[in-house]
């Protein structure tokens, strides 16, 4: 030892390791315009396919005529339902256990509705192809209002279903019903409504909207005749799943089909799931013997791709007199468009909506979910929150706010009255879930004291005395939420994609200078994985994250995973990384001891190597190991150090979080101004703050774009009305509010880190505050629940209904 | 469809190629020149995904024909690097002050956020946010990509970067 040496803060620093705010190494690339994007892709003889759409909502199609695009200047073939049928690909199955038609079969059941394909030299005499097809088309009556879809008068859309009185969730009441979900104890929950002392009924919508990254779906397909191979490159959240539902749609031997999902420009839960234009790429490249490039423009995507929500939650809260919640009861009625295209675990066709009763000990709840079909596009995509975690806190939220109001209580005040205790975890909730660790009250009352909740409470009082003297037209609202989600999809006791279990894995390989790559079942949008998942292995085997090279998205190279969607690449894969450095370290722990000449028990871990107990000055480096195990392992190991790991987690994880909106409104233009907003987060063990505060900037920023304005909306004919960034709200830097972020740490106990994933939770928390907000500056003037998006419009529309403008 | 000649100086090296007269600028130069940095997102202008620098102004090269982009000089996020290969103030500020997470706004971000300083070397939070709200991120929120910025401006003024307080 000696001035020189490095201090053991030096040695952690240096690995840069869990905790610290590493900076992203994505970004060397990305700043200079080198990512590679999969329309970046560019192979030899490529062609471009794309798709001929359907103006009718609802309509047959009586017939489809490409003599004439055929003969257009660079078009080489128009792909139909017909073409597809020959390889038994016209419709193809759901995540959901529905199919859905890969091109108009007969009948066209929402707009935009992919017909045919055209296939040509390059994207300019695609477009010239698809406006020389003919269609004729005979417009049947559309079903747009979702309550009206199990009228005995609707008109029936999927005519592959008719008659069927059984679908993949159970029974069927309705040619246009998809399923009925119902948890939680009806008749317990039907007596706590019977002697309630105090109950609360509200109708609470969350409208339909779309995840929107701002790179849209897109894939190159490339099929090699003679080797029989498919090769996809595709916007994908999830290669994996891609590479084994081609296999069994497509019946290719799985070996031949290789995924590849290179840098992806967001995804939000939009690219989880296998779309019309991977089908038809695919069968085009089968058929012309070229590669194939399919790129989705914005107005396809928002109006064909999988839209997010749209479910409408009637909510009723049972309670006593001062405060205390005894029953929830939920009935959701969930508009699933054309084709049942969600997303979710298979076994779960509400997702996980039973977390409804959210962050509060409810002693019993019903719940109900109706899924209908409407001629809208298909979808029910998590967009930034675990499957349908982000309605149903919005549910459990928004009506808690309604019962303070009945019973002049202080939102904040009935919240921590009825929150689940410390004590109580791990916690049994009422629909089913068992929750792994919490502390409501403490991030609560941080939340109330760094923002001074009381004071602001006071000022609204006297704002609104203000109002009512006349002095001011501008009303104060307070939007508090406490959510708790659930993520890390999932146990395979209750979680799996087409009969897949939602495990997901790591491969990690040292080489012998101390350097090593790790591959992942996970795919990065944008999370920054090849940043953090560096730092869990630099801390776990003490080799810096600047030696660990992080590789996702190769199916022939990465084991298999079930990707990256619903906030579980570090609840499940970031526990697969510290399970395979484990097994790595135990390995290099028989090695060391090999080396130093003791029992391996002697020794002991310390940053960067192993030390021999009592004998500090005897040690070997984790680099030094390296370098042994490929030329001097004990005598019966066999050489090199690697590992795998698969990792099958025991339970979900549940994240919570505090957040607080203080917003103004004048009345008379419904103009808002966000004055703050704070949100205090727990995602347990953080593993890299700067990249966990990016993450809650950003799925707030979402939240509010959600909740002030950003719909996908219909008209009463089945016409998208939102199709383009003109009308869908896009909020630029203008418009964004300041984010303060915040932090309690209740580790998981469950996880090898103690990590419970954060990704989703600002989007999930942030709905809720932002319309508890709104809802909160209308409610003195008598308003129980207005629906979102809160538009200056509609605020302003509140604001004459409820009398305050003339 | 006849193909029309143009020539045009891109990050100062002089181009030529074929192209429709309807060739969007944004197809020209991902596709002819094989530059793929500068990105497409929305096709409507909207997004800013796609913006360039061209004769000192930002452009949106979505909504531009190729041909009207004759004998001009461009600047893409290809350009933006300091002449050694380092990264210039504005792709450091971005990867120091976390302005980006997926990517795929970036290059269309720095290219105006370039433009920007130029014409306002020390702007306010207010007129970045202003100056680049024809810019959408769907990842960061922006306060992120403020700070980026605002590393930028003290790093070409040679002032030391205070971060603002939360």
Same mark, same amino acid.
């Given at each position: 030892m000696n001035d020189l040496t490095p201090t053991r803060e030096q040695r952690t620093a240096a690995l840069e390791g869990m905790g610290c705010k590493r900076k992203r190494v994505e970004d060397i690339r990305f700043t200079q315009g080198k990512g590679n994007y999969v329309d970046d892709v560019k192979l030899p003889g490529m062609l471009h396919g794309d798709f001929v759409r359907s103006p009718h909502p609802h309509a047959r199609v009586k017939k489809i005529d490409d003599s004439a695009a055929l003969k257009v200047p660079g078009v080489l073939a128009v792909i139909t339902a017909e073409t597809l049928k020959t390889v038994n690909l016209a419709w193809m199955p759901t995540l959901a256990g529905d199919v859905q038609m890969v091109l108009a079969d007969g009948k066209v059941l929402f707009q935009n509705q992919e017909v045919a394909f055209v296939v040509a030299t390059d994207r300019y005499a695609a477009d010239d192809g698809i406006n020389a097809v003919i269609v004729e088309y005979e417009p049947l009556p559309p079903l747009v209002d979702p309550f009206k879809s199990m009228d005995k008068d609707a008109p029936v859309l999927r005519e592959d279903l008719v008659g069927k009185t059984t679908g993949a969730h159970g029974p069927r009441k309705h040619d246009n019903h998809i399923f009925e979900w119902t948890v939680g104890d009806k008749e317990l929950t039907d007596a706590a409504f019977n002697k309630a002392e105090v109950k609360i009924k509200e109708m609470i919508s969350y409208h339909r909207t779309h995840p929107s990254p701002l790179e849209t779906c897109q894939c190159v397909c490339s099929f090699d005749k003679i080797k029989g191979e498919l090769t996809i490159y595709g916007t994908f959240q999830a290669p994996h799943v891609i590479r084994t539902v081609v296999a069994l749609i497509a019946k290719l031997p799985e070996q031949k089909i290789h995924v590849i999902a290179p840098d992806i420009g967001g995804g939000f839960g939009n690219k989880v799931g296998a779309y019309p234009g991977y089908i038809c790429a695919a069968v085009a490249s089968i058929v012309t013997g070229k590669p194939v490039k399919w790129v989705e423009d914005r107005i396809e995507n928002l109006t064909a791709t999988s839209f997010a929500r749209d479910y409408h939650m009637t909510t009723e809260i049972a309670a006593t007199k001062d405060g205390k919640v005894t029953g929830l009861r939920v009935h959701v009625l969930a508009d699933h468009g054309a084709f049942d295209a969600c997303a979710d675990p298979s076994k779960w066709p509400?997702?996980?909506?039973?977390? /409804?009763?959210?962050? *509060?000990?409810?002693?019993? !709840?019903?719940? &109900?979910?109706?899924?209908?079909?409407?001629?809208?596009?298909?979808?029910?995509? &998590?967009?930034?929150? #675990?499957?349908?975690?982000?309605?149903? +806190?919005?549910?459990?939220?928004?009506?808690?706010?309604? =019962?303070?109001?009945?019973?002049?209580?202080?939102? +904040?005040?009935?919240?921590?009255?009825?929150?689940?205790?410390?004590?109580?975890?791990? *916690?049994? #909730?009422?629909?089913?879930?068992?929750?792994?660790s919490g502390d409501y009250h403490t991030a609560m009352r941080k939340m109330m004291e760094t923002t001074g909740y009381a004071a602001l409470r006071k000022e609204q009082a006297e704002k609104r005395a203000a109002f009512a003297r006349g002095e001011t037209r501008e009303i104060m609202g307070l939007g508090v939420s406490f959510f708790t989600e659930i993520v890390g999809a999932g146990p395979s006791k209750n979680c799996d994609i087409l009969g897949i279990a939602m495990f997901d894995s790591c491969e990690i390989r040292m080489h012998p200078t101390g350097a090593g790559i790790a591959r992942m079942g996970?795919? #990065?949008?944008?999370?920054?994985?090849?940043?953090?998942?560096?730092?869990?292995?630099?801390?776990?085997?003490?080799?810096?994250?600047?030696?660990?090279? /992080?590789e996702e998205g190769n199916t022939d190279t990465a084991p298999y995973g079930l990707g990256t969607y619903g906030s579980r690449s570090t609840p499940v894969a970031g526990a697969a990384i510290a399970m395979a450095a484990r097994k790595i370290k135990a390995k290099a722990q028989m090695i060391a001891a090999y080396k130093l000449e003791v029992h391996e028990d002697d020794l002991e871990f310390d940053i960067d190597g192993f030390r021999v107990k009592g004998l500090p000055e005897k040690f070997m480096s984790m680099k030094d190991i390296c370098w042994a195990a490929y030329n001097s392992v004990p005598p019966?190991?066999?050489?090199?150090?690697? !590992?795998? #790991?698969?990792?099958?987690?025991?339970?979900?994880?549940?994240?919570?979080? &505090?957040? =607080?909106?203080?917003?103004?409104?004048?009345?008379?233009?419904?103009? *808002?101004?966000?004055?703050?907003?704070?949100? =205090?987060?727990?995602?347990?063990?953080?593993?890299?703050?700067?990249?966990?505060?990016?993450?809650?900037?950003?799925? =707030?920023?979402?939240?509010?774009?959600?909740?002030?304005?950003?719909?996908?909306? *219909?008209?009463?004919?089945?016409?998208?009305?939102?199709?383009?960034?003109?009308?869908?709200?896009?909020?630029?830097?203008?418009?964004?509010?300041?984010?303060?972020?915040?932090?309690?740490?209740t580790p998981s106990p469950h996880h090898p880190i103690g990590a419970k994933g954060v990704g989703e939770s600002p989007n999930v928390g942030g709905v809720p505050a932002f319309s508890n907000a709104v809802n909160d500056a209308f409610s003195f003037l008598g308003s129980t629940h207005i629906q979102m998006p809160h538009d200056f419009w509609r605020n302003w529309k509140a604001a004459k209904d409820l009398g305050a403008v003339a | 469809m006849a193909k029309t000649h143009v020539t045009m100086k891109v990050n100062g090296a002089e181009v030529e190629g074929l192209v429709e007269p309807r060739t969007l600028l944004v197809h020209f130069i991902r596709e002819n020149l094989q530059m793929t940095g500068t990105h497409i997102g929305c096709e409507t202008t909207h997004c800013g995904a796609c913006t360039v620098d061209i004769d000192g102004m930002s452009v949106k090269s979505c909504t531009m024909f190729a041909v009207q982009a004759q004998g001009s000089d461009i600047t893409t996020v290809e350009g933006m690097a300091n002449a050694d290969g380092t990264l210039s103030a504005l792709q450091e500020g971005f990867r120091m002050m976390h302005g980006l997470q997926c990517g795929f706004c970036t290059p269309g971000m720095i290219v105006r956020a370039h433009r920007l300083l130029k014409e306002n070397p020390s702007p306010s939070e207010q007129e970045i946010r202003m100056g680049i709200s024809g810019n959408i991120c769907r990842c960061t929120g922006y306060q992120n990509i403020v700070k980026a910025i605002q590393y930028a401006a003290a790093k070409i003024n040679g002032v030391e970067f205070r971060e603002a307080a939360e």
């Open positions: 509400a997702g996980f909506f039973n977390i /409804v009763t959210g962050s *509060y000990d409810f002693p019993t !709840a019903h719940l &109900a979910v109706d899924g209908v079909y409407t001629n809208k596009a298909p979808g029910g995509v &998590a967009y930034r929150c #675990s499957f349908r975690v982000t309605e149903a +806190a919005y549910c459990i939220e928004r009506a808690m706010d309604i =019962l303070a109001q009945k019973l002049n209580m202080d939102p +904040a005040e009935l919240r921590l009255k009825n929150f689940i205790k410390p004590e109580q975890f791990p *916690y049994h #909730s009422a629909l089913g879930w068992e929750y792994d996970t795919k #990065s949008q944008g999370q920054g994985h090849e940043t953090t998942w560096a730092q869990i292995i630099a801390t776990e085997i003490g080799i810096p994250a600047d030696n660990i090279m /992080v019966g190991m066999e050489p090199g150090l690697e !590992a795998v #790991s698969y990792y099958d987690p025991p339970n979900m994880t549940y994240p919570f979080g &505090a957040y =607080l909106c203080v917003m103004d409104i004048d009345v008379d233009t419904g103009v *808002y101004k966000v004055r703050r907003f704070y949100a =205090l987060d727990d995602c347990g063990t953080r593993i890299n703050p700067m990249i966990i505060e990016g993450q809650v900037h950003g799925g =707030l920023t979402e939240a509010f774009a959600i909740a002030m304005g950003q719909e996908i909306r *219909y008209d009463d004919v089945g016409n998208v009305v939102t199709g383009s960034f003109m009308d869908f709200f896009m909020p630029t830097a203008v418009e964004t509010p300041h984010w303060e972020t915040d932090f309690t740490v | -």
